[in-house]
């Protein structure tokens, strides 16, 4: 082992990585505000004063933690190529916190009686206290990590992120890319030829680079001539909003309002750490041995901090190691990343590039990443498994048609109840859709596990891995069959839930009986 190789603090590549770890953040961090901003009303001014300058406080310290730590592995390895985990804010949570905490809890402290003012506090003090809650419930989780990743198999976790990275971080800002086609296909097609096609660019300049220029170029030149349609909007005037994220105690005041929403932002934080195993097994499938506990810590300690500072969405490290391994990306990135992302918050140009940029420029880079991970998966994982790494992706599949079914500028939320309780014929088509997608990330790393252990001729493990699924079912951890997610006793559901319910996690039990059975029968040597 060579530990005298030192790696370059920067190297021209890093440009490429920060570009697209960059837009990541601006892409999370724009979704939040339009959801917020847009859908529910929300103040602006406290938005990008009060919740981004905190929330962007995490980015910068994970992204210092992760650029200390791949410089240590570099170091220890003799490994100069080493790249170095990213961390930015958590797409789905923060939708989720938007679209299923903060918006509706704003909405109802105004039904209440509460002033605008008086709500929007509030609501952020409910965003603080939350992301405390997952903060302490994450940092006890990190030190199991370890645990988990030795007993679930490459297809499980390798599966069930590429799930998340072909329907959300793929698929949702394709939907963007295309309200604005003009725009963002330009920029799509520039990122596919210069990172997945490997064509070169004009005068060696980064392939995401020249996809932000051109897109943004072709925004500004053909909306105000009226080529966009309403798909342009007019750039708001420049505004320094320099707020800095001090430590507050205002946090304490929003911990009794999390109550009703612990089962929906305790499994949150379950989701982050069981994404951050999957990441650090994605980095190690690339080449990259990080340890699974000091990833999970420092990203639980980011998002603490961040709550502490008045942010209200949690860090995470990003499915796209790899993505920007190939990139040529090394240790800079992150630490330019959270540079400039952290100031960003504190003098407010990040506030002003959300308002400025369309999602259709932002979104091209999300989309090349989406394609790495899940060409990774099956890349990383024996072929005799891509039948798993294919079946997990399922539940990701439902919990993205979910999200588009519930938002409320689509279906307004009492007829999507109404929807949801329609059991004329059986358990109703959009019950079955929420209900497969909530929890989805635990959920294919159970239905992948059960599959390999089936491929590989080991039906009572098989059985063994659906009773835990059945059992997860009952108390809502997957299958929940509240629309929003939330977790439950059973005995304490209403009867028509209840009933769906059991024969979900009756489905899992039926299944390991029948696999119990089949382990009784002579093993095929000639399949094996």
């Known amino acids: 082992m060579n530990t005298s190789s030192k790696p370059a603090l920067f190297v021209s590549s890093d440009f490429n990585g920060f570009l697209g770890l960059l837009v990541d953040n601006i892409s999370v961090m724009a979704f939040l505000a339009t959801a917020l901003i847009g859908i529910f009303g929300f103040p602006a001014d406290l938005v990008y004063t009060r919740m981004f300058p905190g929330t962007t406080l995490g980015v910068l310290l994970g992204n210092l933690a992760y650029f200390v730590m791949a ?42 009686g509460m002033d605008e ?17 997952m903060g302490v419930f994450k940092t006890v989780l990190s030190f199991f990590g370890p645990l988990v990743q030795r007993h679930v198999p490459r297809a499980g976790l390798l599966g069930s992120i590429a799930g998340i990275a072909l329907v959300l971080m793929g698929f ?12 963002g296909f330009a920029g799509l097609g520039i990122v596919l030829y210069a990172l997945v096609a490997r064509g070169a660019m004009p005068w060696n300049l980064p392939g995401v680079l020249v996809a932000f220029v051109v897109g943004l170029l072709l925004y500004l030149v053909l909306g105000p001539l ?35 929403y612990l089962p929906l ?43 502490c500072c008045g942010g209200v969405a949690q860090t995470t490290p990003y499915i796209g190691q790899p993505a920007y391994r190939a990139m040529g990306a090394r240790t800079g990135y992150v630490l330019l990343t959270g540079i400039v992302v952290g100031l960003g918050g504190v003098f407010g140009y990040l506030s002003n590039l959300v308002e400025l940029l369309p999602l259709a420029v932002l979104a091209p880079i999300l989309i090349y990443v989406a394609i790495s991970i ?93 009773l835990l699924g059945g059992a997860l079912t009952l108390f809502g951890v997957i299958h929940s069959v509240v629309p929003t997610g939330s977790l439950y006793l059973p005995w304490a559901l209403d009867p028509a839930l209840r009933s769906i ?3 979900f996690a009756g489905a899992y039990l039926m299944l390991a009986v029948v696999l119990a059975l089949l382990s009784l029968q002579p093993r095929n040597t000639a399949q094996a």
């Not at 905490?101 to 109802?108: I, Q």
């Not at 929007?120 to 809650?133: C, E, F, P, R």
């Not at 949702?172 to 725009?183: A, D, Q, R, Y």
């Not at 951050?276 to 639980?300: F, M, P, Q």
């Open 71 to 112: 410089r240590r592995l570099a170091k220890r390895s003799g490994n100069a190529q080493t790249t170095a985990m990213p961390l930015g804010v958590d797409a789905p949570t923060s939708i989720g916190m938007g679209l299923l905490v903060l918006g509706p809890a704003f909405l109802s402290y105004k039904q209440a």
């Open 265 to 307: 932002i305790l499994p949150f934080g379950l989701l982050m750490v069981a994404g951050g195993i999957n990441v650090t097994e994605s980095a190690r499938a690339a080449g990259d041995n990080y340890n699974t506990r000091d990833i999970l810590l420092v990203e639980a300690l980011a998002t603490l901090v961040a709550g």
């Open 501 to 503: 319910s059991l024969q």
């Open 226 to 260: 009226g080529w966009l349609g309403h798909g342009y909007h007019p750039a708001a005037a420049w505004q320094w909003r320099v707020a800095l994220p001090w430590p507050t105690l205002q946090w304490i005041h929003g911990l009794p309002l999390t109550l009703p």
């Open 172 to 183: 949702l800002p394709l939907l963007e890319i295309m309200k604005v086609p003009m725009v």
């Open 374 to 466: 899940t060409t990774q998966a099956f890349e990383a994982t024996p072929q005799r498994y891509a039948a798993a790494v294919v079946f997990s992706f399922f539940p990701a599949i439902a919990d993205m048609v979910a999200i588009k079914l519930g938002d409320p500028t689509y279906v307004p939320r009492e007829h999507f109840v109404a929807l949801y309780n329609d059991a004329s014929h059986g358990i109703s088509e959009l019950a079955v859709i929420n209900v497969l997608g909530n929890g989805f990330i635990i959920t294919s790393m159970i239905w992948a596990s059960f599959v390999v252990a089936m491929i590989d001729g080991r039906p009572r493990r098989a059985a063994s891995i659906l």
């Open 117 to 133: 003012h008086a709500a929007a506090i509030a609501t952020w003090q409910l965003g603080m206290a939350s992301l405390v809650v």
